[in-house]
């Protein structure tokens, strides 16, 4: 079965960089893409970016353009997602998703469970 | 930049009532929106994509509809495990934006 299992609850201070792991089994890993979500405390869903896990293609929000990072490692099935100089803002829960299809860009079915990331002085 | 916004922000409605959320796209984007339903505590869950195509799994009482600029998404009878927020989506070509939510409880 899939699984997407996320790396644990981050706490950070403002203009430090977290990243955040993706560890997917299940499935053929450079087959699907994978996003990543996050949703501060109690709003609702803001799309960060997506990587190909095939060839490493991103596609990020534009909003964080030249704070994020989106990889993968093959060789252990893991997405990342690394942010820098963090803000108050940025305090959310962070989620990856993967692709329901080969050919259906960021049309998310299985999410991992989740890792909170505190940002505070 | 492309904007997805979603009406209402909120509405309550008693069990077996049918349930109209609209979601509008500011830019056409045929139909690749899909449907999410999140409840309390919970990761979002896909319901429909394509505009009107269900999930595997998802009950037939959901379904979507539209194209371009305008969706729709529609509970014919609504029950208590309905109650969550429910996202639009815009997908396969990036900006992949969520709309704003809306939360839907039981009168």
């Known amino acids: 079965q899939v699984q997407l299992v996320q790396s644990g609850a981050e706490v950070k201070k403002p203009g430090a960089s977290v990243k955040v792991s993706c560890k997917a089994s299940g499935y053929t890993f450079t087959s699907y893409g994978i996003s990543w979500v996050r949703q501060a405390p109690g709003q609702g869903l803001e799309w960060v970016g997506w990587i190909s896990a095939y060839n490493g293609n991103t596609n990020y929000a534009q909003k964080l353009q030249g704070r994020v990072t989106m990889t993968t490692d093959t060789s252990t099935s893991t997405a990342y997602m690394e942010l820098r100089s963090l803000r108050s803002d940025d305090t959310a829960v962070y989620y990856c998703?993967?692709?329901?299809?080969?050919?259906?860009?960021?049309?998310?079915?299985?999410w991992g469970q989740g890792t909170p990331v505190s940002v505070s002085s | 930049d492309l904007q997805m916004t979603q009406s209402p922000s909120s509405l309550s409605a008693s069990v077996g009532d049918r349930v109209t959320i609209t979601c509008r796209a500011s830019q056409g984007i045929s139909n690749n929106l899909a449907w999410y339903q999140q409840k309390p505590g919970k990761v979002p869950n896909l319901l429909i994509y394509a505009a009107s195509t269900l999930q595997s799994g998802v009950p037939s009482r959901f379904s979507g509809s539209g194209s371009g600029t305008d969706f729709t998404l529609t509970i014919s009878s609504l029950q208590p495990e309905d109650v969550a927020t429910y996202y639009c989506q815009k997908y396969n070509s990036a900006p992949f934006t969520f709309g704003p939510g809306t939360k839907v409880d039981i009168k």
């Open positions: 998703a993967r692709d329901l299809t080969t050919v259906a860009t960021a049309l998310l079915t299985y």
